[in-house]
């Protein structure tokens, strides 16, 4: 993350997250991490955007779309990896993506300040989902290199 605020933030909130997930192989994923929580953290958000009738379809498209990141990364971290873990973490972008451009229309209900903080963390699992599923998608689409010898006879027939 860009900052030190959110990532203190970040850090504070992780102690309130049952020891059941944090002790899990997905927690180690960055992405997934801020997916949870800024999905958690929203909750006031999305509350204070629901009691206003110009803003409550706002309020239901930014619940399902922060919802949806870390639940599409971890259906794809269950998968064998490649193509098929790549596909969910593109998966898991959209609504990044999409979260990312509701908070900034919420912002007049929520205020600036926290649209801001939550839009800087919506970036960064943006960028970590985007080189991740490409990176995803490399690794596992690479031939296995094939040690190469020529044989000494061969050599002699030149």
């Known amino acids: 993350m860009r900052d030190s605020q959110p990532a203190a933030s970040v850090r504070a909130w992780s102690g309130s997250v049952p ?8 927690w180690r994923m960055e ?8 999905c958690d953290t929203a909750w006031n958000d999305v509350a204070a955007l629901g009691e206003d009738v110009r803003t409550r379809s706002l309020a239901d498209q930014l619940n399902r779309s922060l919802g949806s990141i870390s639940a599409n990364i971890a259906e794809g971290y269950s998968r064998d990896g490649g193509r098929d873990r790549a596909r969910f973490l593109e998966y898991a972008l959209g609504p990044a993506r999409e979260a990312r451009d509701w908070s900034l229309e919420g912002r007049r209900v929520v205020g600036a300040e926290r649209a801001e903080s939550q839009i800087r963390v919506l970036t960064s699992i943006v960028r970590l989902l985007t080189v991740t599923s490409r990176n995803e998608r490399d690794v596992h689409l690479r031939e296995p290199s094939v040690p190469y010898t020529l044989d000494s006879d061969d050599d002699a027939h030149d």
């Open 19 to 26: 020891k059941d997930v944090r002790d899990g192989a997905m």
């Open 31 to 38: 992405a997934y991490r801020l997916g949870l929580y800024v």
